[in-house]
């Protein structure tokens, strides 16, 4: 199956109207490569005027709330995001989970509120270090999985899933391209066993310190479809050099 890769920049707390510029320069580098489908998800502050001066990539918000509206202070909803100008929504954070408490039964009803209003949905799973040393990371990540897909019936459609690895997000460390292979597969056996065909379609992201020296070999790993980047994303000259390297592997 060929696919087209998604590489998709995280920006997470970062990001002033400043970073217009950077986002224009990585508008004019995914030009570049269009073989490869490239999103950023900036802060909920900057989705409207990212959108406004952005033609070829996707814009996505970091999370999103279940409901349509009402008394959540502080909260953001699917409508308002799609509102904004935005085509899909990062859900299921691992530092969501960590630091707002989001379970696995939240993650699978954000999912299914976004998919509600019309966006795109990449769903993220990871294990932790204690659970990878473990030796049942793939057994963990694969019932966060079940417990966080959306099951609706459109819930196959525009759904990727990032596996980020909790312990690779920040730090530097990448696991194993065996590893990554191994967990994609495990995921991906998941996305058949819930959506039957239909679960061929999503793409799965790797996530966690991809950077334009690595993104490469984890890009070839087995069933990975693209990354999900944080820090590498903030720069588009590390961004545009991680699209490179998933528009020479998509050749
Ligand atoms: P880093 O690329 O900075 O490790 O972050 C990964 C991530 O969490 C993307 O969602």
Request: glycine share 12%; proline share 4%.
């Amino acid at each position: 199956m060929s696919i087209t890769p998604y590489i998709v920049g995280n920006w997470k707390m970062n990001g002033t109207r400043a970073m217009l510029t950077e986002a224009r320069a990585i508008d004019r580098a995914a030009k570049r490569f269009p073989g490869v489908q490239v999103g950023i998800a900036p802060p909920f502050t900057l989705i409207h005027q990212l959108r406004e001066e952005v033609t070829e990539i996707g814009v996505g918000a970091q999370d999103c709330h279940v409901e349509g509206s009402g008394a959540f202070t502080g909260d953001i909803s699917g409508p308002m995001i799609l509102d904004a100008g935005a085509d899909f929504t990062i859900v299921g954070h691992s530092e969501r989970r960590a630091m707002h408490g989001e379970t696995d039964e939240l993650v699978r009803a954000k999912a299914e509120a976004a998919q509600a209003a019309g966006l795109g949905v990449i769903l993220c799973v990871g294990e932790t270090e204690a659970e990878r040393d473990s030796g049942r990371a793939e057994e963990i990540v694969t019932a966060q999985l079940e417990g966080s897909l959306p099951r609706t019936e459109r819930a196959p459609y525009k759904l990727s899933v990032a596996y980020e690895p909790v312990w690779a997000i920040g730090t530097g460390r990448v696991p194993l391209v065996s590893d990554v292979g191994a967990m994609h597969r495990a995921i991906r056996a998941k996305l058949l066993e819930v959506y039957g065909a239909d679960g061929a379609e999503s793409r799965i992201l790797y996530g966690g310190s991809v950077n334009a020296k690595n993104a490469a070999e984890l890009l070839a790993a087995d069933e990975v479809g693209g990354a999900l980047v944080g820090g590498a994303s903030l720069s588009a000259e590390s961004f545009a050099a991680i699209m490179g390297a998933a528009g020479a592997g998509s050749e």
